[in-house]
């Protein structure tokens, strides 16, 4: 048997050891070896996992035996073992968000140099890590919200590691008061199909589903939650000041690990409920909170005069761009000629700007990061002329805001125009307010680029250097993968997009693969 049919459970299990031994590192250099050693190798697991999932198809782990039911002396087999289940989607969102994390990490190596318990911040790291692979990684209710609780309880230590700074303990605690309220909510959905249908198993539940009034309210709970997690409007309120106080390379990762709630939110509405639920309410109402989410996030970042709560407030404009994409590709699931006409192309679109949206929102926050480190400021008020110091960053920042702009031939370019294209086709007003949206998220950052990075040079910080070597590094891998979308788009969606929207449509066949692994 090929050690690489085990690439589920070790992607998960390489992260969660790192946690443990970072706290018995007694040197720091030790520790930032050893940090950077794991994160490498959860990447390469993570690129191997892609590579297997788009050669074999499924792949279906358990956990403690080769099939995942127990049959009963009466003869009923029940699903009771832990199942990790990743298909083309699965593994694409592991891939964007371990990427995603490799940058961030290295670019927080030099940070730790400043705290004295460097130890614990790599410990909470590495957390999260394993949260947010666990969510796209588990094919079991259940489990989603185990792993949606590990992620959300290393987030409060991560976003309040000032925790000299009232306002980072004040963001944490805003965060920590919204995931108990998001877990309560998705635990109570789960109880409610469990009740029904005797089973956890996503498949399994998605095999016998009729969708009738508690189906819809278990329906309704995890749209909600998940849409709370990922801070879609009106259910953002938490992720300026999030986002905003905690160190940027907790920032960058936020991002991916929000988009690992957009994850869970689109398996139960494409995998669980899929075809039994006819019916374009809940494709309209993913639609809406995206089409909010982009112009009310757009709107408040233009007015913010401090860089990362200005992209925090981009952020959630862009997760509208997803929600659009996914939910008109829900809403033609029940009609071939609409799936072909349009839906297939929004979808490609929601997930193209998944992975785009990783990198340069990403990058966009660690340039604020090193902003931070080499001035003491994000306010925008008290910055100028950091082009002549920090000439590294300032491309890269130019690079990230053309991209997010949707700027010809970056990869947002690209994305945004398979998400125009599709939404004409519904209805002309939901292209016009994404491009709107375009327009405005460019002007943001022309502010930003011409405030901080143009102009005279204060005196304040006419000694201001390029960041160290480590944060550059980590900046780069997610430039270098922005070029990399906007020099072969066609590339990237042949072999990462189109697998991954052909098999988060695909419902019977996610049914079969992980349903025939138990029989």
């Known amino acids: 048997m090929s050690w690489q049919v085990h690439l589920p459970a070790l992607v998960l299990s390489v992260p969660l050891?790192?946690?443990?031994?970072?706290?018995?590192?007694?040197?720091?250099?030790?520790?930032?070896l050893w940090f950077t050693f794991i994160l490498v190798a959860t990447t390469v697991l993570a690129f191997l996992l892609w590579r297997r999932a788009g050669i074999s198809g499924t792949m279906v782990y358990v956990m403690g035996g080769e099939k995942w039911n127990l049959t009963l002396p009466s003869g009923m087999a029940l699903p009771i073992r832990i199942i990790?289940?990743?298909?083309?989607?699965?593994?694409?969102?592991?891939?964007?968000?371990?990427?995603?994390?490799?940058?961030?990490?290295?670019?927080?190596?030099?940070?730790?140099?400043?705290?004295?318990?460097?130890?614990?911040?790599?410990?909470?790291?590495?957390?999260?890590?394993?949260?947010?692979?666990?969510l796209e990684a588990t094919g079991d209710l259940f489990n989603f919200f185990v792993f949606l609780e590990i992620a959300s309880v290393a987030s409060f230590g991560l976003i309040a590691f000032w925790r000299d700074s009232p306002e980072a303990v004040e963001a944490s605690f805003k965060y920590a008061v919204l995931s108990i309220f998001v877990a309560l909510l998705f635990l109570i959905g789960v109880g409610i199909l469990y009740g029904i249908y005797g089973t956890l198993n996503m498949a399994a539940v998605a095999k016998n589903m009729q969708v009738g009034f508690l189906e819809k309210v278990a329906l309704v709970l995890f749209i909600t939650s998940m849409a709370m997690k990922c801070g879609a409007v009106p259910l953002h309120m938490w992720e300026p000041d999030a986002y905003g106080q905690a160190p940027a390379g907790v920032s960058c990762f936020l991002v991916v690990v929000g988009q690992a709630s957009l994850y869970g939110m689109f398996r139960i509405a494409f995998s669980v409920?899929?075809?039994?639920?006819?019916?374009?309410?809940?494709?309209?109402?993913?639609?809406?909170?995206?089409?909010?989410?982009?112009?009310?996030?757009?709107?408040?970042?233009?007015?913010?005069?401090?860089?990362?709560?200005?992209?925090?407030y981009h952020c959630i404009s862009q997760t509208g761009y997803m929600l659009m994409g996914i939910g008109l590709g829900l809403l033609a699931l029940s009609s071939p000629q609409a799936m072909s006409e349009y839906g297939f192309t929004a979808m490609k679109g929601g997930i193209f700007h998944i992975i785009n949206n990783a990198m340069y929102k990403g990058l966009l926050f660690l340039t604020a990061g090193s902003l931070f480190y080499a001035t003491g400021t994000t306010e925008l008020d008290k910055l100028g002329g950091i082009s002549r110091n920090m000439p590294y960053t300032t491309m890269m920042f130019a690079v990230a805001a053309a991209a997010i702009a949707g700027l010809p031939p970056f990869n947002g370019f690209v994305s945004k125009l398979l998400i125009y294209e599709s939404s004409f086709v519904v209805h002309p007003f939901l292209a016009v307010v994404a491009m709107v949206t375009s327009i405005l998220t460019l002007a943001s950052f022309v502010k930003v680029f011409q405030s901080g990075f143009l102009g005279p040079s204060r005196e304040e910080l006419a000694s201001t250097r390029e960041v160290p070597l480590t944060?550059?590094?980590?900046?780069?891998?997610?430039?270098?993968?922005?070029?990399?979308?906007?020099?072969?788009?066609?590339?990237?969606l042949s072999n990462l997009i189109e697998p991954a929207a052909r098999d988060l449509v695909n419902q019977a066949s996610y049914i079969q693969a992980v349903m025939g692994s138990g029989l």
């Open 471 to 492: 944060m550059i590094v980590g900046m780069s891998v997610l430039c270098l993968m922005i070029l990399g979308l906007s020099l072969m788009p066609n590339w990237a």
């Open 273 to 312: 409920y899929g075809q039994a639920f006819q019916g374009s309410v809940l494709a309209w109402i993913i639609i809406v909170f995206g089409l909010l989410s982009m112009f009310i996030g757009v709107i408040m970042a233009v007015i913010q005069k401090e860089a990362k709560r200005l992209m925090a």
């Open 17 to 32: 050891l790192g946690a443990f031994v970072a706290l018995l590192m007694v040197k720091p250099i030790l520790r930032n």
């Open 84 to 134: 990790m289940e990743v298909d083309a989607f699965g593994a694409f969102m592991i891939l964007t968000g371990s990427l995603a994390t490799l940058a961030s990490g290295l670019f927080s190596i030099r940070f730790l140099d400043r705290v004295h318990d460097g130890n614990k911040f790599v410990a909470l790291f590495f957390l999260l890590f394993t949260g947010m692979l666990g």
